[in-house]
Nanobody, 125 residues
Framework: QVRVVESGGGLVQAGGSLRLSCAASGDTFSRYTMGWFRQAPGKERDFVAAISWNAGNTYYGDSVKDRFTISRDNAKNTVLLQMNILKPEDTAVYYC??????????????????WGQGTQVTVSS
């Protein structure tokens, strides 16, 4: 199994940028599809982005497309989420997740096996 820990959250003004990082340990990192999800208070956990095991494919939620970029470095066991042009509606706890079925790229939270504790992102208007 793999353990993931998020970092990089914080408070930013609308229009600003933040970069989230997810550090993985344990199993071979390159065997996992990696994803980012977010959950705002009183709402369901939403898909943000996912990246295939070799970074060859990425997948984004409609609300973040063209603003967020997911990347990974298998040598450093790290996944990054670069968030630009942030909006107040991006405010949420952001979670990193790992899917051991590395051959697929999925937006379903239930498909992911391992989750971090989350990092808070707050965008002020």
């Amino acid at each position: 199994q793999v353990r993931v820990v998020e970092s990089g959250g914080g408070l930013v003004q609308a229009g600003g940028s933040l970069r989230l990082s997810c550090a993985a340990s344990g199993d071979t990192f390159s065997r996992y599809t990696m994803g980012w999800f977010r959950q705002a208070p009183g709402k369901e956990r939403d898909f943000v982005a996912a990246i295939s095991w070799n970074a060859g494919n990425t997948y984004y939620g409609d609300s973040v497309k063209d603003r967020f970029t997911i990347s990974r470095d298998n040598a450093k066991n790290t996944v990054l989420l670069q968030m630009n042009i942030l909006k107040p509606e991006d405010t949420a706890v952001y979670y990193c997740a790992a899917d051991r079925n590395y051959w697929r790229l999925t937006s379903r939270a239930d498909d992911y096996d391992y989750w971090g504790q989350g990092t808070q992102v707050t965008v002020s208007s």
